[in-house]
């Protein structure tokens, strides 16, 4: 057949299935609280959003990256400054929301309005020069992922606070990729191929329209997700149509079918890294929120299908004990994870986050609850420095510090804020009657007519009390995450048992709800040792544009790691002055005694979460005790009583994974 009319059947296919049952309109199983509801929340965790609201996004220099998009000069390819007015914007507003902090958001609100103002009659609203675009050229390479983010940006603040200036201003900015780009107009191609010639083909190039042409033209398409939600708030049909055709259109552009091959991936007979040679992950999963979006709109099972698939392989896989993802930005061949270097990407935590809450929402399975914690309790606020907020580029479960701190602003700095902002909307969800507690941090929920207190401080502690605030008595079933890893949860309402508390599922408590009425909650946490799974060596080679990928070597040397509940620990040396090297080489030079049990000690500091533990080593081969410390507490990169190093130094060494005895 020609190859020109199989990809014309190809495209007629996928848009025919694309356009199936549009009119099937998902219900979500779980509809997020509003984060104006989610209050005073304390603890470690609440701590540190309170470090990146009062530190990090007051103290930051947005203006400066304003003035770039107003005075709009760019012409070069780089993505690190055009992306932070986007970020900031959600990230300021929804934390001056939840925080209570007008301060902050009126300097968000200036700021949204300053970028409003520069927006062009045509709509754009990005950093390219005039100059260098045309209607041959409309946009530069990054501009549709620099411009992602503040698509999403403006509807947030619109749907937070019903600000119609911003909900213009995304409408024309849309319209100006309409305008450019759709049927028998420009198109989203990685590179100058055309199908079929790029059928199959490595492509290592900077492209016009669709971003690094390594990634094969999934930074155009991730724009699927934000127009699709424009959708969905103003009900315009062109917007939907115009989400469907870019989806329809990723097989042909890609020119490796990958969208189709997602069904593989869902059958489990492909891997999501074989979907075509290099994707980076984070784009990856921008662009599965889009697919689940226009599941949510039109019903389509199988855009359903590609995303749980392809979340349960990166699950199963790729996942690291900490509940991060991602190897060199992408992802790997079978079970490759190594423990150090260039992984857990910020950028690809934020988007892991999203994509989890929404297979959450539309699921009401407790199990992305369950990734989502294990993500929150480790890796968010490890990649988080203690001092400024400011969030590291890639935070490998061993490694040095405080190198890489502080590197930005770019990409993953400004992640990590917009995912800590997001962290409250992930708490708490609703469904009619139905109310679902999904994270257990102390904080309060003050609804319109159901209100309550959660007490304790969980993680550090592994029970609490969730308390009824509501001055009048109101029904509802409470759902009770329990989480997958307890293995004897007790459950009480005003002292009396509750039967059926079973883990990986929720508990429904039916019951109407007199203020003061007590919930009490025990996730009793197993502490234990356990040894790296699919542990290899590995060895590194580049691609042209300087891409890390990985090749396996075989080892008989197998690290392991102590875990207590959700909560993973580290040796790290900013705590065990006593060895002291501060650059312990931990692969080399510790050795641990897993068959004796950790004992709980004092925190050596109070602004940490604990507990703490001391175990048994050896240290160059003479027996030590050590300390053990939640990998969450890694931000805090200097000795409080001691002098600070320089911040590019690798100065202090830390690891989850160590070598036993």
């Not at 400004?414 to 999904?438: C, D, Q, W």
Request: hydrophobic share 35%.
């Amino acid at each position: 057949m020609n190859m020109k009319i199989y990809a014309v059947l190809v495209l007629v296919c996928l848009m025919t299935k694309l356009n199936a049952r549009s009119h099937d309109k998902v219900v979500l199983l779980e509809n997020p609280v509003p984060v104006s509801s989610v209050k005073n929340i304390t603890g470690f965790y609440g701590g540190r959003m309170k470090l990146n609201r009062d530190i990090y996004l007051k103290n930051f220099p947005i203006n400066r990256y304003v003035d770039f998009i107003v005075e709009r000069q760019h012409i070069q390819w780089d993505w690190t400054k055009a992306e932070q007015h986007g970020k900031w914007i959600e990230s300021a507003y929804l934390s001056a929301i939840q925080g209570g902090d007008d301060e902050l958001l009126s300097k968000a609100h200036a700021v949204l309005k300053r970028i409003i103002d520069s927006q062009e009659d045509n709509g754009y609203l990005g950093a390219t020069a005039r100059s260098y675009r045309s209607g041959k050229r409309p946009v530069r390479g990054m501009d549709a992922y620099e411009l992602y983010f503040v698509f999403h940006a403006f509807m947030t603040v619109y749907e937070q606070t019903g600000d119609e200036e911003a909900l213009v201003a995304v409408e024309k900015l849309a319209d100006y990729f309409l305008k450019y780009f759709g049927p028998d107009k420009l198109e989203f191609w990685p590179s100058d191929l055309r199908a079929p010639e790029n059928k199959r083909k490595r492509v290592d190039a900077l492209s016009d329209f669709a971003g690094h042409g390594v990634h094969y033209s999934w930074e155009g398409t991730l724009l699927c997700d934000p127009v699709a939600r424009l959708y969905e708030l103003t009900g315009k049909k062109k917007y939907l149509d115009w989400s469907k055709w870019v989806v329809g259109n990723i097989d042909k552009w890609s020119g490796w079918d990958a969208f189709s091959r997602l069904d593989s991936v869902a059958d489990g007979t492909l891997g999501v890294d074989e979907l075509q040679p290099y994707v980076h992950s984070h784009t990856f999963q921008m662009n599965f929120m889009g697919f689940l979006r226009l599941y949510r709109i039109t019903g389509d099972k199988s855009l359903f299908r590609k995303v749980e698939g392809a979340w349960e392989d990166i699950h199963k896989r790729q996942m690291y004990i900490t509940g991060g993802v991602s190897v060199a930005e992408h992802y790997e061949h079978g079970y490759v994870k190594p423990v150090s270097g260039n992984v857990v990407e910020t950028c690809a935590t934020m988007s892991w986050m999203q994509l989890t809450q929404m297979l959450l929402e539309l699921t009401g399975e407790s199990k992305y609850a369950d990734a989502m914690e294990r993500l929150m309790m480790n890796h968010v606020f490890a990649a988080q420095d203690c001092e400024t907020g400011t969030c590291r580029y890639h935070t490998a479960p061993n490694g040095t510090k405080p190198a890489s701190y502080f590197h930005g602003p770019d990409c993953c700095t400004a992640s990590g804020h917009r995912i800590i902002s997001m962290l409250p909307t992930f708490m708490y969800a609703e469904r009619g009657k139905e109310f679902f507690v999904n994270q257990y941090l102390p904080s309060h929920y003050i609804g319109k007519d159901f209100a309550f207190q959660i007490s304790g401080n969980y993680p550090e502690v592994e029970d609490m009390e969730l308390t009824v605030l509501s001055e009048k008595a109101v029904d509802r079933v409470l759902n009770l995450r329990i989480p997958s890893w307890c293995k004897a949860p007790r459950v009480s309402v005003n002292g009396k048992n509750v039967i059926g508390v079973e883990p990986g599922t929720y508990l429904k408590i039916s019951r109407k709800w007199s203020k003061g009425d007590k919930v009490s909650i025990v996730f009793p946490m197993e502490e234990r040792w356990v040894m790296r799974e699919h542990h290899s060596k590995y060895t590194t080679y580049t691609l042209p544009r300087g891409e890390i990928m990985y090749k396996e070597e075989p080892t008989d040397r197998i690290p392991y790691a102590f875990l207590r509940g959700p909560m993973v620990y580290c040796l790290d040396m900013v705590w065990n002055k006593q060895l002291c090297n501060d650059d312990v080489d931990l692969a080399k030079d510790i050795r641990l005694n897993v068959s004796v049990k950790p004992s709980v000690v004092d925190k050596p500091y109070a602004n940490m979460v604990g507990p703490v533990y001391r175990t048994k080593a050896l240290y160059k081969g003479s027996e030590v005790e050590v300390l053990l410390t939640p990998f969450v507490d890694i931000g805090q990169w200097f000795r409080p009583s001691g002098q600070k190093p320089e911040k590019n130094a690798e100065m202090f060494t830390y690891g989850i994974w160590l070598y036993k005895e």
